[in-house]
T-cell receptor, first 110, second 116 residues
Framework: RKEVEQDPGPFNVPEGATVAFNCTYS??????FFWYRQDCRKEPKLLMS???SGNEDGRFTAQLNRASQYISLLIRDSKLSDSATYLC???????????FGKGTMLLVSP | DAGVIQSPRHEVTEMGQEVTLRCKPI?????LFWYRQTMMRGLELLIY????????DSGMPEDRFSAKMPNASFSTLKIQPSEPRDSAVYFC??????????????FGSGTRLTVV
C-alpha cells in the first residue's frame, strides 16, 4: 500500500450538496493527520488537523478510522468557493516528515 | 508575519542553464522543506532542514540539484544544469516542531519553473 492514496476525482456536485472524500494510509503508527486545500495555481493551505477520532469546523468534518486506516473529509452545503483540490496528509513511515496525497479535485457547480 | 516568501514566482530558462530558487521561512520556524509538484507525481519532498542543517536529501533527484540554508532566514535550491524534465512548481514550506506540529506546514506561493 502506498503511504497515502486518494481518489483523484473530479467530484462534480451542485451547490448545496454534501460530498465526502476518503484517503487511505499505510503507516499504522501515525498519530496526526491533516487535510489541505489547494486552489488552481496556488499553494496548499491547511484546512483541518485531524486528531483522535475526528474534527469538525463549520461545514467541514474530518473523521479518522484507525482500524481501517482511512481518513474522510465531509463537506456539507457545498459552495462554489469550495471548488479546489483537497490533499490528504499523513506522517511518513519514519515519522520524520509529512507525506502529501495527490489530491481529490472537487468542482461545485451552480 | 509575511508568511513563507519565495522568489522568483516564475522562471523560464533554457536547458543547460543554472537556476536558483530562493526561500525565506517564517521567523521562528526551525524546519524548512523544499517540495516539487507535478501533475504526474504530486507533491514530492526534495530535502528538508532543521536548524539550518540538511536532515534528509533522499528526495533530491540527482546531483544536478543542491540546496543550502546559510542562516535561519534564507534557503536556496539550485539546479545546474537544468533540463526540461525539471519543469514543475517548486514549493518551500516551514514549520515549528516538525511532523509533530499541530499546525502542519505553511507553504510559500511557489516558483513555477519552465525549462525549454
Amino acid at each position: 500500500r502506498k503511504e497515502v492514496e486518494q481518489d483523484p476525482g473530479p467530484f462534480n456536485v451542485p451547490e448545496g450538496a454534501t460530498v465526502a472524500f476518503n484517503c487511505t494510509y499505510s503507516n499504522s503508527a501515525s498519530q496526526s493527520f491533516f487535510w489541505y486545500r489547494q486552489d488552481c495555481r496556488k499553494e496548499p493551505k491547511l484546512l483541518m488537523s485531524v486528531y483522535s477520532s475526528g474534527n469538525e469546523d463549520g461545514r467541514f468534518t474530518a473523521q479518522l478510522n484507525r482500524a481501517s486506516q482511512y481518513i474522510s473529509l465531509l463537506i456539507r452545503d457545498s459552495k462554489l468557493s469550495d471548488s479546489a483540490t483537497y490533499l490528504c496528509v499523513v506522517p511518513n513511515s519514519g515519522y520524520s516528515t509529512l507525506t502529501f496525497g495527490k489530491g481529490t479535485m472537487l468542482l461545485v457547480s451552480p | 508575519d509575511a508568511g513563507v516568501i519565495q522568489s522568483p514566482r516564475h522562471e523560464v530558462t533554457e536547458m543547460g542553464q543554472e537556476v536558483t530558487l530562493r526561500c525565506k521561512p517564517i521567523s521562528g520556524h526551525d524546519y524548512l522543506f523544499w517540495y516539487r509538484q507535478t501533475m504526474m507525481r504530486g507533491l514530492e519532498l526534495l530535502i528538508y532542514f532543521n536548524n539550518n542543517v540538511p536532515i534528509d536529501d533522499s528526495g533530491m533527484p540527482e546531483d544536478r540539484f543542491s540546496a543550502k540554508m546559510p542562516n535561519a532566514s534564507f534557503s536556496t535550491l539550485k539546479i545546474q544544469p537544468s533540463e526540461p524534465r525539471d519543469s514543475a512548481v517548486y514549493f518551500c514550506a516551514s514549520t515549528e516542531h516538525g511532523v509533530r506540529s499541530v499546525y502542519g506546514y505553511t507553504f510559500g506561493s511557489g516558483t513555477r519553473l519552465t525549462v525549454v
